[in-house]
């Protein structure tokens, strides 16, 4: 398998490339553009055989690659931060509409102030929109997850559109060496693109036509049932991805150090791999400790997070985005999620840190969880919320 | 315009089929049965909010025999654009993309991505039928509701001129810009398939009075229509090879003395009563220079 070396937002683009995505209609912005200009040239080189189309707007980009979707085409677009936000009504309108499409978010602070750094507020906004959403730790997991984007998202269990983040620059602008599968190989494990239906003429079809509350709630309820499908498509498709190129991640999430751990913290993104590096350092320590990473929070793992955390002696998540006036919006979703299988929730920490794009490195990690647990262990409680800044 | 007109096809009703939601007197259903008429139904239609949304029915129907694609409200030229594309990349040349949509999605929320759409070129219709004013939730004004007539959101009658979107059109240098009216079908189907042998971006606008919200008897839609035409506020044109082309129906009211008043227009509509003799000169100053616009370019 040849290895490339790349940044994050090339990695995007080669995946995409690779999925022979047929239509890309995309709009530049901060950090996400190398994206656009890599698929551009791609296409315009003759390597890649599709149509770009360079839409006016984010809220036309998804609007277009809808189009070409619904037209029967494998269609892809990017965006970032803001332009995520001013798609966000299609953003609804494409999973509603069940048609599979696969996104890239390169995740970037949200203004006023402008800001280009990394934190997952743009992320998180697209938490109830009825999108699969996945979010890559390095470049490797980037092209990886783009690939398998594809998959999930046109399997006829599921036929919803799949959202995949990664960090600004931490990722976007990091060049990292990435193994990439022969072409051939890729296209018999990948297959052709399939969609519910196709709107091209050949039978009068209408999509979107009013329908009345009971008929509409049949709708969204349908799409609860692709999700809980999906969490069923993702582990057999990380399964089946594993055995054909030889990476595999463990499904809806990826479990480091837990199989003998006592305590837990809960992590997604880029600064895993600090989480990681900090973990290591507390495990040599004596401390046990594992790192339960986030691959994906829709549809959420509620049973592995019950399985891994019935018993715990004690949890934080980390959270780099805020639901202002409440708690971190991963935070809310372990805790709620585990009430479907225990009221007696262990004790969980959450806490805020690297919003806005604060570095937030393995030391402090590594100082953060310790202290945790000594107190812990000191039968001493830390406050449930803690939102930590730095200078 | 090449004579003689051809003849609509009797089959024209196949395609907008009985149970539709539209008012009686709706122009709409007039304007797609004429589109029915050019394209049988392989034709995708691109509907963003506007009456049309409502008008061909609630789900599992659909009162219109060709397809459909709903979309959000700003978005009719972006997922035309999409769609067209998407076929070309799949090889499909049978069917004709048409973003069907209401002023208010065109003029006003609709304009950035029309905009796009038309810059790009993009392979398709874009029809833009004009009733002037926000219809679908009940008569709010646009920024294509003529001056002096009153809306919910104008109770006392619109202050600003109307926006001139075919003339914004032309000005994009896109290869195909035309004016029809539900009044005038035949011109209208002559135009739709003309469009269509046409590659790229197509603007065709469709003037259609609306009984419900301009205050007027149902049974006046086509008059108020043609009025609209023979007092000279509506010129039926197209725009191509650099310049306007005069429609039959329009010839002889490049002759100022020939149009018919413009109150005869007017005094049929409940939205007018109100007017002031101001607005009617506004109004008629519109006309005027529209006129000497259309005689620079001809």
Redo the contacts between chains.
């Keep these: 398998m040849p290895k490339v070396v790349l940044t994050g937002n090339y990695t995007v683009a080669l995946a995409a490339k690779m999925a022979r995505v047929?239509?890309v209609?995309a709009y530049p912005i901060t950090p996400q553009t190398s994206i656009v200009e890599k698929l551009a040239e791609y296409i315009d080189k003759g390597e890649l055989d599709?149509?770009m189309?360079?839409?006016?707007?984010e809220?036309?980009?998804l609007?277009?690659?809808?189009?070409?979707?619904?037209?029967?085409?494998r269609?892809f677009t990017a965006t970032s931060s803001h332009g995520l936000l001013y798609m966000h009504?299609?953003v609804h309108?494409v999973s509603r509409a069940r048609i599979p499409v696969v996104m890239a978010i390169v995740t970037r602070t949200i203004g006023t102030p402008w800001n280009i750094w990394s934190s997952y507020e743009d992320f998180f906004g697209q938490r109830d929109t009825g999108w699969i959403l996945g979010f890559a730790m390095d470049n490797q997991e980037v092209f990886d997850m783009t690939i398998q984007a594809f998959k999930i998202s046109e399997d006829p269990r599921v036929y919803l559109p799949v959202l995949i983040g990664l960090d600004a620059f931490t990722l976007s602008h990091t060049t990292m060496p990435v193994d990439t599968p022969e072409q051939e190989e890729l296209d018999k494990w990948l297959g052709p693109r399939r969609q519910g239906y196709v709107?091209?003429?050949s039978?009068?079809?209408?999509?979107?036509?009013?329908?009345?509350p009971e008929?509409s709630e049949e709708f969204f309820m349908d799409l609860q049932r692709g999700m809980e499908e999906a969490k069923k498509v993702i582990r057999e498709v990380d399964e089946s991805y594993g055995k054909a190129f030889g990476r595999k991640y463990g499904g809806l999430i990826y479990r480091y150090r837990c199989e003998d751990a006592k305590y837990h913290v809960i992590a997604m993104g880029a600064w895993s791999g600090d989480l990681m590096e900090a973990v290591n350092v507390l495990r040599e320590e004596g401390y046990p400790i594992g790192l339960i990473r986030m691959r994906f929070i829709r549809p959420f793992p509620d049973e592995e997070m019950y399985e891994i955390l019935n018993g715990s002696k004690g949890v934080i998540v980390f959270d780099r985005a805020i639901s202002f006036g409440s708690l971190g919006p991963l935070y809310l979703d372990v805790a709620a999620n585990l009430t479907k299988y225990t009221h007696k929730l262990p004790y969980m920490r959450n806490i805020i840190a690297g919003v806005g794009g604060v570095n937030v490195t393995h030391k402090d990690f590594y100082e953060l969880v310790k202290t945790t647990i000594d107190d812990l262990e000191k039968g001493v409680e830390p406050p449930v919320f803690t939102w930590y800044h730095r200078r | 315009m090449a004579r003689p007109i051809p003849p609509l096809p009797r089959d024209m009703r196949n395609t907008v089929l009985p149970g539709h939601a539209a008012c009686h007197g709706c122009p709409i259903t007039i304007g797609l049965k004429v589109v029915g008429a050019a394209f049988g139904n392989k034709v995708i239609l691109v509907i963003p909010a506007c009456c049309t949304s409502v008008v061909v029915g609630a789900w599992p129907g659909n009162a219109f025999n060709g397809s459909i694609v709903h979309v959000a409200f700003a978005s009719a030229a972006a997922v035309a654009s999409g769609i067209a594309e998407g076929l070309r990349k799949r090889g499909v040349k049978d069917v004709q993309v048409i973003a069907w949509a209401g002023d208010g999605g065109t003029a006003d929320i609709g304009m950035a991505s029309l905009s796009g759409a038309a810059e790009r070129n993009n392979d398709f219709i874009y029809i833009m039928y004009d009733n002037e004013a926000y219809m679908n939730t009940g008569i709010q004004r646009s920024s294509a509701t003529p001056p002096g007539a009153w809306t919910t959101t104008t109770p006392l009658g619109k202050l600003e001129p109307k926006k001139d979107v075919a003339r914004i059109m032309i000005a994009h240098g896109v290869p195909y810009v035309a004016t029809a009216s539900v009044g005038y079908p035949h011109d209208f189907y002559a135009k739709l398939k003309k469009a269509a042998r046409i590659r790229g971006f197509k603007f065709i606008y469709l003037h259609a009075p609306c009984p419900t919200g301009w205050r007027f008897d149902p049974a006046h839609t086509i008059k108020i229509a043609k009025l609209a035409v023979e007092t000279g506020l509506l010129a039926l044109y197209e725009y191509y090879d650099g310049r306007i082309h005069l429609s039959g129906p329009s010839r002889p009211y490049i002759d100022k003395s020939k149009r018919k008043p413009i109150e005869e227009y007017l005094k049929l509509q409940g939205r007018f009563k109100k007017i002031r003799d101001e607005d009617v000169k506004v109004i008629e100053r519109y006309v005027d220079n529209m006129w000497e616009w259309i005689k620079k370019h001809i």
């Design positions: 047929e239509v209609a599709a149509i189309i360079r839409v006016e707007s809220h036309s980009a609007a277009a690659t809808f189009g070409a979707a619904v037209a029967g085409a269609a009504e299609w309108w709107i091209n003429g039978e009068p079809l209408a999509l979107g036509n009013l329908a009345w008929d």
